[in-house]
C-alpha cells in the first residue's frame, strides 16, 4: 500500500476559500518562476467551482501583473460539448474568472470547439487532437504541462473520464469523445489518461465531505478503472490539495505530510 501512495502529497486548507487561495499563489510561483526564464509553460485547466475559485483568486494577486503571460499556453482537461456561451463550458467559467484579464495573446487560449460552431463531437476530439499535437515535442503528440489541474468528483472520475468505462483505457490517442455522460452535459471532450500523466505536475483540487471517499480511495491505491482519480499522476508531483472536510475520513498517515 506504502507504494501506491508514497509519491503523493496531500496540502489541506481549513475551508475552500482559503485553500483556493492557496493553491492560487502556488500556480502564480510556478508560472512566474518558468516565464521569468523565458521559458514556454503549458497549463491545463479544468472546470467545475473549484478551477473556477483558483482563477478567480489567482486574479486578484499582485503578482498577476509581473507575469510575461505571453509566454504562458492554457489548454483543458476536457469540455462540455455545448455553445460558446453556455455555462456549462468551462473555457467560459476560465475566461471569466481569470484569461480575460490577461495580457494575454488570444492563440495562446487552445479552446476545444463548441457545439455551435458546425463541426460534431469527433470533429471537436480531432481537432484539439491536432491541436495538442502541433506542440508536441520529443516525440510526444501533446505538449508536456508545467502544471495539469483537475478537479475529482465525488465516484473518483477526473477530467471526463469516469470509473467503470472504456474511456479511461484509451491509450493511443490523446483525446476521446464522451456520449451518455454519467453527469450532465452529456456529450464531452476529454484528454486522455497519457497526455495528462505526462504532465510534469499534476494538482488536484477537491473540497467538502462528498469527496472524502473519493480521495480516500484515490491516496490508498484503488484500481484507476474504479476510481480514475487514483491513476493520475504527474512525472515530477502529484498534489491533492483539499480541504478539511474532504480530508476528514482519510487516515492520518495519509495526509499528514507537507509539499
Not at 91 to 111: G, M
Not at 139 to 152: H, M, Q, T, Y
Not at 153 to 172: M, N, Q, Y
Given at each position: 500500500m506504502?507504494?501506491?501512495?508514497?509519491e503523493?502529497?496531500?496540502?489541506?486548507?481549513?475551508?475552500?476559500?482559503?485553500?483556493?487561495?492557496?493553491?492560487?499563489?502556488?500556480?502564480?510561483?510556478?508560472?512566474?518562476?518558468?516565464?521569468?526564464?523565458?521559458?514556454?509553460?503549458?497549463?491545463?485547466l479544468?472546470?467545475?467551482?473549484?478551477?473556477?475559485?483558483?482563477?478567480?483568486?489567482?486574479?486578484?494577486?499582485?503578482?498577476?501583473?509581473?507575469?510575461?503571460?505571453?509566454?504562458v499556453?492554457?489548454?483543458?482537461?476536457?469540455?462540455r460539448?455545448?455553445?460558446?456561451?453556455d455555462?456549462?463550458?468551462?473555457?467560459?467559467q476560465?475566461?471569466?474568472a481569470?484569461?480575460?484579464?490577461?495580457?494575454?495573446?488570444?492563440?495562446?487560449?487552445?479552446?476545444?470547439?463548441?457545439?455551435?460552431?458546425?463541426?460534431?463531437?469527433?470533429?471537436a476530439?480531432?481537432?484539439?487532437?491536432?491541436?495538442?499535437?502541433?506542440?508536441?515535442?520529443?516525440?510526444?503528440?501533446?505538449?508536456?504541462?508545467?502544471?495539469c489541474?483537475?478537479?475529482?468528483?465525488?465516484?473518483?472520475?477526473?477530467?471526463?473520464?469516469?470509473?467503470?468505462?472504456?474511456?479511461?483505457?484509451?491509450?493511443?490517442?490523446?483525446?476521446?469523445?464522451?456520449?451518455?455522460?454519467?453527469?450532465?452535459p452529456?456529450?464531452?471532450?476529454?484528454?486522455t489518461?497519457?497526455?495528462?500523466?505526462?504532465?510534469?505536475?499534476?494538482?488536484?483540487?477537491?473540497?467538502?465531505?462528498?469527496?472524502?471517499?473519493?480521495?480516500?480511495?484515490?491516496?490508498?491505491?484503488?484500481?484507476?478503472?474504479?476510481v480514475?482519480?487514483?491513476?493520475?499522476?504527474?512525472?515530477?508531483?502529484?498534489v491533492?490539495?483539499?480541504?478539511?472536510?474532504?480530508?476528514?475520513?482519510?487516515?492520518?498517515?495519509l495526509?499528514?505530510?507537507e509539499?
Amino acid at each position: 500500500m506504502v507504494e501506491a501512495w508514497a509519491e503523493k502529497f496531500v496540502v489541506i486548507g481549513p475551508d475552500p476559500a482559503s485553500l483556493a487561495a492557496s493553491v492560487a499563489d502556488r500556480f502564480l510561483d510556478r508560472v512566474g518562476k518558468r516565464a521569468g526564464e523565458g521559458k514556454t509553460v503549458h497549463v491545463s485547466l479544468t472546470g467545475g467551482s473549484m478551477g473556477a475559485a483558483v482563477l478567480s483568486a489567482a486574479s486578484r494577486s499582485t503578482e498577476v501583473s509581473k507575469i510575461d503571460w505571453s509566454l504562458v499556453h492554457f489548454w483543458w482537461s476536457d469540455e462540455r460539448f455545448v455553445s460558446r456561451d453556455d455555462t456549462d463550458r468551462n473555457e467560459k467559467q476560465a475566461r471569466e474568472a481569470l484569461l480575460d484579464s490577461l495580457d494575454l495573446p488570444a492563440e495562446n487560449i487552445h479552446a476545444i470547439a463548441a457545439a455551435d460552431e458546425g463541426g460534431t463531437l469527433d470533429d471537436a476530439a480531432a481537432a484539439y487532437a491536432s491541436e495538442l499535437a502541433s506542440f508536441g515535442r520529443d516525440g510526444r503528440l501533446w505538449p508536456s504541462f508545467d502544471i495539469c489541474f483537475l478537479g475529482v468528483g465525488p465516484d473518483g472520475h477526473i477530467a471526463s473520464l469516469f470509473p467503470d468505462r472504456g474511456e479511461i483505457h484509451i491509450t493511443d490517442a490523446a483525446t476521446v469523445v464522451v456520449r451518455d455522460s454519467p453527469k450532465p452535459p452529456p456529450e464531452r471532450v476529454s484528454m486522455t489518461r497519457p497526455v495528462i500523466n505526462d504532465s510534469k505536475r499534476v494538482w488536484m483540487v477537491l473540497t467538502g465531505a462528498d469527496k472524502a471517499s473519493a480521495l480516500g480511495l484515490a491516496l490508498a491505491g484503488a484500481s484507476y478503472s474504479n476510481v480514475p482519480a487514483a491513476g493520475a499522476k504527474g512525472r515530477k508531483r502529484t498534489v491533492f490539495f483539499v480541504d478539511e472536510m474532504a480530508a476528514e475520513k482519510v487516515p492520518h498517515e495519509l495526509i499528514d505530510r507537507e509539499y
